[in-house]
């Protein structure tokens, strides 16, 4: 099983300013990775895929990298909307698909 | 519009069953891999179970593996979560996701279905 570790658990960031979310894996998920972003009471919703690629209707501001096993989610300029948590996750090797804990954006 | 709808939630005491529902429309369902994931409350996301477009590749997680059974009808466009033997453990959020066959992440979620295991 491949176990996806997101860090840091918890990131207090002030409206305006940049935040950058780190996702490891524990063996080589080549690019084949996701992030979500889920806000309070609601469903899980895709942002990035192919640890780069935005989905449909995402802003600009959103935008992934990495490869292999280090992955990083970028929010150039937090808007209040993007006060949530994030959830990385790797559909590379599977059974299972496997997630990462989660990073929660918060307002400083 | 892809939409996805659970349905069946609810209390139930521990050791008991329950079946959870996902009905979809907006794309073509006989077409797409269907999961369950759920989330503890407080908790992250937990992928549970998937089923290929013509039920002839199932898997499950380990932690509910002989306990859960998934299932859907095509002709109805809905897929099911059979959940027997219960426990407080499988107290959460339970999600339908469905994504594009291969190695692809989950495009479209349901709003979800608590079910909360409890004496």
């Known amino acids: 099983e491949i176990v996806m570790t997101q860090s840091p658990a918890t990131l207090s960031v002030s409206p305006g300013e940049r935040a950058t979310l780190s996702c490891r894996a524990s063996q080589s998920v080549a690019n084949n990775l996701a992030w979500y972003q889920q806000k309070p009471g609601q469903a899980p919703r895709l942002l990035i895929y192919d640890a780069f690629t935005r989905a449909t209707g995402i802003p600009a501001r959103f935008s992934g990298s990495g490869s292999g096993t280090e992955f990083t989610l970028t929010i150039s300029s937090l808007q209040s909307e993007d006060f949530a948590v994030y959830y990385c996750?790797?559909?590379?090797?599977?059974?299972?698909?496997?997630f990462g804990g989660g990073t929660k954006v918060e307002i400083k | 519009e892809v939409q996805l709808v659970e349905s069946g939630g609810g209390l139930v005491q521990p050791g008991g069953s329950l079946r959870l529902s996902c009905a979809a429309s907006?794309?073509?369902?006989?077409?797409?891999?269907m999961n369950w994931v759920r989330q503890a409350p407080g908790k992250g996301l937990q992928w549970i179970s998937v089923i290929s477009s013509g039920s002839d590749t199932i898997y499950y997680a380990d932690s509910v593996k002989g306990r859960f059974t998934i299932s859907r009808d095509n002709s109805k466009n809905t897929v099911y979560l059979q959940m027997n033997s219960l426990r407080a453990e499988d107290t959460a959020v339970y999600y339908c996701?469905?994504?594009?066959?291969?190695?692809?992440?989950?495009?479209?979620w349901g709003q979800g279905t608590l079910v909360t295991v409890s004496s």
């Open positions: 996701a469905k994504k594009v066959p291969g190695n692809n992440p989950f495009d479209h």
């Open positions: 907006g794309f073509t369902f006989s077409g797409s891999p």
């Open positions: 996750q790797q559909y590379s090797q599977w059974p299972p698909l496997t």
